[in-house]
């Protein structure tokens, strides 16, 4: 690959790193492994590159990062368990007592973590994609590769469940 080739995807595709990793640890629910699949999935990116047409780079590392994933995912099934994710925030670990905010939003943070990581993985890559990472119907449906209507009907699905599981009540419009 030409050096102007390397260069342009370090501009291109690699701003997009910390995003493809938080997709990766959503859906493979470990950090070494999740970093194990963005590493391939930037390879895989690289050696492919000129298949890129210029269209939306972050969109486009995703898909790899999820087929990666799903990938990994295969390989890699029974032969450990997986680690929850957990969102620790560094001054909750301090030596001082936490206040009784600070403690109930923790734990309502990792009731969520812990809903979401349940979910199917079909749910909890769109739930992650559109909440999480903020992309649009459209982009996540070129992410997942299904229809954007599918994309509506999963996401309304698994915010469904979230709600069933965190005990909020979800009124159905009609």
């Known amino acids: 690959m030409a050096q102007r080739e390397v260069e342009r995807f370090e501009r291109v595709v690699l701003p997009h790193l910390d ?7 959503y ?8 970093q ?9 990116a690289l050696r492919y590159f000129e298949t890129y047409r210029d269209g939306d780079a972050r969109a486009w590392l995703l898909a790899i990062v999820r087929n990666c994933c799903l990938t990994w995912h295969r390989r890699q099934r029974g032969d450990r368990a997986t ?8 001054a909750d670990i301090g030596g001082g007592r936490e206040t009784d905010a600070r403690a109930i939003a923790r734990s309502e943070r990792e009731a969520l973590q812990r ?3 349940a979910l199917p993985v079909e749910f909890r890559e769109v739930i992650v994609l559109r909440e999480v990472q903020e992309l649009s119907y459209k982009e996540i449906s070129a992410v ?21 599981a965190l005990g909020v009540g979800v009124q159905e419009a009609g």
Request: charged residues 30%; neutral net charge.
């Open 115 to 117: 809903a979401v990581a």
């Open 36 to 44: 194990d699949a963005v590493q391939d999935a930037v390879l895989r």
């Open 19 to 25: 995003d493809a990793y938080t997709l990766a640890r």
């Open 27 to 34: 859906l493979l629910r470990d950090e070494h492994d999740a």
């Open 144 to 164: 997942v590769g299904v229809p954007i209507g599918t994309v509506m009907s999963r996401l309304a699905r698994g915010r469904k469940r979230l709600a069933a």
């Open 83 to 90: 680690v929850p994710l957990l969102d620790i925030d560094v």
